[in-house]
């Protein structure tokens, strides 16, 4: 396969100096929490960004920092000398492990409740323009290759571009080329105070995707202007994130185009990006699922973008760029598009994290793998994630492992989770670890349930025990026993027959609305409807893709049901009473599905440690939890395996 587009050097800026990227990838801002409190670099955040440019990546933009001072939890500063000394030491590091290193700058405005384009005075604007300014100045004096101004997904830069936040008639606004005005004198303030040969970058939405923004035909009119005012290299997003105090003017549902779910095919926004580059002759670089090399080598050979943005891929797998180049494509670790990592940081405000890679954001942690006697025998009962992982990292240390699965495929319940309409791109990751645990060697035993006294019979040094979660059944609800009556997993693996024409859901979690989803497009079912507990529904599920699901719930026109708490199934109905009130309800069932949670799989284990084996739990058998945890937990148990 000839990935050699995506390998071929670019220089960009226009002065006497160019910076030369060594290839046509480029790993893009995100926010990583992992400043300390101050605002300031920490070695944990140097280690992050120095994995990623060892890992093969052109250039990496480092996340963003404010220029204006403000109170906030663990994110990067430059609105002050002190942050020069630790930011040379980060630029430096970068550079030693090959790639070149640019710093996006941006001001908060409207999402972090400062006041937004209406009512800042030209001299407030002036002011601001100097803040941006100094802070380039800063980031030139640090070492770093050159700037980026955050333009996008509504910072203060991007609430000016956009008509539903900028409604000014002065010479800030009144048409798209007037709005444009603060991000050109930007440019221009920047440029005076670096230089003409230190490269500036400009990340602008396509379009905001909220009603009265900014459309990719105003896009089109500022891209243009962006290019006059000295602009190096235009890079395109879209989107608004969210802005507390006033939703019309940012929610998750805008949130969704700037950080795409699973649900967005690949490389969703290129053909945005395509348009903006049409009409500049500067390079633009494109982002917005891109996770398979084909994707990311075609957008470059059909000339609609110039550079590859990659974001999220680069947190699930650092090496993305050297696998490619080593003609080991097949060994990427792709990002599945969960928003775990999106959750952590803006919802939990928690240091960055990956769902698909445990080492994310913990990159200063041991990883040395100690090697093990071949002698030693390893059990692993299970072959879900959590087991595919610990048999993976056993056998690389040279254990000779035994992976043993119940069912006739591996892969547990991430085989399930695949199924639900747009969660397809979660086999990836499933495909992934079927392909190292070939790679590894890993003896694969299916169609084999292994119990405790067959362990104890076979005498392993250790077993880790991995056999997963199963539906919890409710013990505690009577329901009738010629009611048509099946377990969420049943539903998805095709284990059941005719449902009737009234389809309830007991469990309103987000395997309880994917069940209904995936009912309703496989047109199993059109009257349906969900009853839970608690106020809301699927709200364990992270918010961009709760939000995207729950409206296509409303457009097919499932009854969601909260403050439902079940007494029984009975007489062709769910009845039960209001948590609130009291009062008694009933929907009427054809057929009732159990979606209420999973349990660990229970495997007996005292005996096991009486006669010496060593024993570790794992994933779902050892709490009920997600794929994160899953992935965490085996690679932990790989590694740290004591063979004494």
């Given at each position: 396969?000839?990935?050699?587009?995506?390998?071929?050097?670019?220089?960009?800026?226009?002065?006497?100096?160019?910076?030369?990227?060594?290839?046509?990838?480029?790993?893009?801002?995100?926010?990583?929490?992992?400043?300390?409190?101050?605002?300031?670099?920490?070695?944990?955040?140097?280690?992050?960004?120095?994995?990623?440019?060892?890992?093969?990546?052109?250039?990496?933009?480092?996340?963003?920092?404010?220029?204006?001072?403000?109170?906030?939890?663990?994110?990067?500063?430059?609105?002050?000398?002190?942050?020069?000394?630790?930011?040379?030491?980060?630029?430096?590091?970068?550079?030693?492990?090959?790639?070149?290193?640019?710093?996006?700058?941006?001001?908060?405005?409207?999402?972090?409740?400062?006041?937004?384009?209406?009512?800042?005075?030209?001299?407030?604007?002036?002011?601001?323009?100097?803040?941006?300014?100094?802070?380039?100045?800063?980031?030139?004096?640090?070492?770093?290759?050159?700037?980026?101004?955050?333009?996008?997904?509504?910072?203060?830069?991007?609430?000016?571009?956009?008509?539903?936040?900028?409604?000014?008639?002065?010479?800030?606004?009144?048409?798209?080329?007037?709005?444009?005005?603060?991000?050109?004198?930007?440019?221009?303030?920047?440029?005076?105070?670096?230089?003409?040969?230190?490269?500036?970058?400009?990340?602008?939405?396509?379009?905001?995707?909220?009603?009265?923004?900014?459309?990719?035909?105003?896009?089109?009119?500022?891209?243009?202007?962006?290019?006059?005012?000295?602009?190096?290299?235009?890079?395109?997003?879209?989107?608004?994130?969210?802005?507390?105090?006033?939703?019309?003017?940012?929610?998750?549902?805008?949130?969704?185009?700037?950080?795409?779910?699973?649900?967005?095919?690949?490389?969703?926004?290129?053909?945005?990006?395509?348009?903006i580059k049409n009409l500049v002759k500067i390079p633009v670089s494109i982002s917005g699922r891109i996770n398979d090399p084909l994707i990311a080598r075609d957008i470059l050979v059909q000339k609609k973008a110039d550079l590859i943005d990659l974001g999220r891929q680069m947190l699930a797998d650092p090496y993305f760029p050297r696998k490619i180049a080593e003609g080991k494509a097949e060994d990427i670790c792709r990002c599945i598009a969960c928003n775990y990592?999106?959750?952590?940081?803006?919802?939990?405000?928690?240091?960055?994290?990956?769902?698909?890679?445990?080492?994310?954001?913990?990159?200063?942690?041991?990883?040395?793998?100690?090697?093990?006697?071949?002698?030693?025998?390893?059990?692993?009962?299970?072959?879900?994630?959590?087991?595919?992982?610990?048999?993976?990292?056993?056998?690389?240390?040279?254990?000779?492992?035994?992976?043993?699965?119940?069912?006739?495929?591996?892969?547990?319940?991430?085989?399930?989770?695949?199924?639900?309409?747009?969660?397809?791109?979660?086999?990836?990751?499933?495909?992934?670890?079927?392909?190292?645990?070939?790679?590894?060697?890993?003896?694969?035993?299916?169609?084999?349930?292994?119990?405790?006294?067959?362990?104890?019979?076979?005498?392993?040094?250790?077993?880790?025990?991995?056999?997963?979660?199963?539906?919890?059944?409710?013990?505690?609800?009577?329901?009738?026993?010629?009611?048509?009556?099946?377990?969420?997993?049943?539903?998805?693996?095709?284990?059941?027959?005719?449902?009737?024409?009234?389809?309830?859901?007991?469990?309103?979690?987000?395997?309880?609305?994917?069940?209904?989803?995936?009912?309703?497009?496989?047109?199993?079912?059109?009257?349906?409807?969900?009853?839970?507990?608690?106020?809301?529904?699927?709200?364990?599920?992270?918010?961009?893709?709760?939000?995207?699901?729950?409206?296509?719930?409303?457009?097919?026109?499932?009854?969601?049901?909260?403050?439902?708490?079940?007494?029984?199934?009975?007489?062709?109905?769910?009845?039960?009473?209001?948590?609130?009130?009291?009062?008694?309800?009933?929907?009427?069932?054809?057929?009732?599905?159990?979606?209420?949670?999973?349990?660990?799989?229970?495997?007996?284990?005292?005996?096991?440690?009486?006669?010496?084996?060593?024993?570790?739990?794992?994933?779902?058998?050892?709490?009920?939890?997600?794929?994160?945890?899953?992935?965490?937990?085996?690679?932990?148990?790989?590694?740290?395996?004591?063979?004494?």
């Open positions: 396969m000839d990935f050699s587009p995506l390998f071929e050097p670019l220089a960009i800026g226009r002065g006497d100096r160019k910076i030369i990227l060594k290839n046509r990838m480029v790993m893009a801002p995100m926010i990583t929490r992992l400043a300390n409190g101050q605002g300031e670099v920490t070695p944990r955040m140097v280690d992050y960004y120095a994995e990623r440019a060892k890992g093969g990546i052109g250039a990496i933009i480092v996340e963003a920092m404010d220029i204006e001072e403000r109170a906030v939890f663990n994110l990067l500063g430059i609105y002050h000398d002190r942050f020069i000394n630790e930011l040379e030491n980060l630029a430096a590091t970068i550079k030693e492990k090959g790639a070149s290193v640019f710093a996006q700058i941006y001001h908060i405005g409207l999402r972090g409740g400062f006041p937004g384009p209406n009512v800042l005075t030209i001299a407030k604007i002036q002011q601001t323009l100097e803040l941006f300014s100094r802070a380039a100045e800063r980031v030139k004096k640090a070492g770093f290759d050159g700037v980026m101004i955050h333009g996008a997904h509504g910072y203060l830069v991007s609430s000016f571009l956009s008509p539903l936040t900028n409604q000014r008639e002065d010479q800030y606004g009144g048409n798209q080329e007037r709005r444009t005005r603060v991000a050109v004198e930007a440019v221009k303030a920047i440029r005076q105070a670096v230089g003409k040969d230190f490269p500036i970058i400009f990340r602008m939405n396509a379009t905001d995707f909220l009603p009265g923004g900014l459309t990719l035909e105003d896009a089109k009119v500022t891209a243009p202007l962006l290019e006059s005012a000295g602009v190096d290299v235009i890079s395109v997003g879209s989107g608004i994130g969210i802005v507390p105090h006033d939703p019309t003017l940012g929610n998750d549902q805008s949130s969704s185009y700037m950080v795409m779910p699973m649900y967005f095919p690949r490389g969703w926004r290129v053909e945005m990006g395509a348009e990592c999106h959750g952590k940081r803006f919802r939990a405000l928690k240091q960055i994290r990956c769902a698909v890679n445990p080492l994310a954001g913990r990159e200063s942690e041991p990883r040395e793998i100690r090697p093990a006697p071949a002698t030693h025998r390893v059990m692993v009962v299970g072959g879900g994630i959590a087991g595919l992982q610990a048999a993976i990292g056993l056998t690389k240390r040279g254990f000779r492992v035994s992976l043993f699965e119940k069912e006739a495929r591996l892969g547990g319940q991430l085989e399930l989770a695949a199924l639900p309409p747009g969660k397809g791109e979660i086999r990836s990751l499933l495909e992934f670890l079927i392909r190292q645990t070939e790679k590894a060697g890993v003896e694969v035993n299916l169609n084999s349930e292994v119990t405790p006294e067959l362990v104890l019979a076979e005498r392993p040094f250790a077993v880790i025990i991995a056999t997963g979660g199963r539906p919890i059944y409710p013990k505690s609800i009577p329901i009738e026993k010629n009611m048509n009556c099946f377990p969420a997993w049943d539903i998805l693996s095709g284990d059941t027959k005719s449902l009737g024409a009234k389809t309830v859901i007991l469990g309103g979690g987000f395997v309880a609305a994917e069940i209904a989803a995936f009912l309703w497009e496989k047109g199993m079912a059109k009257d349906l409807a969900i009853i839970e507990m608690r106020e809301e529904i699927a709200s364990d599920l992270e918010p961009i893709s709760r939000q995207n699901l729950l409206k296509k719930l409303q457009d097919y026109g499932v009854k969601m049901v909260p403050n439902f708490l079940i007494r029984q199934v009975a007489g062709g109905a769910v009845i039960g009473e209001d948590v609130g009130n009291g009062r008694g309800k009933r929907i009427e069932a054809d057929t009732v599905i159990i979606a209420l949670g999973t349990e660990s799989v229970d495997f007996p284990a005292g005996d096991l440690k009486k006669a010496g084996i060593k024993v570790a739990f794992i994933g779902d058998a050892r709490e009920p939890r997600g794929i994160a945890e899953a992935m965490r937990e085996g690679y932990i148990a790989g590694l740290s395996l004591d063979p004494s």
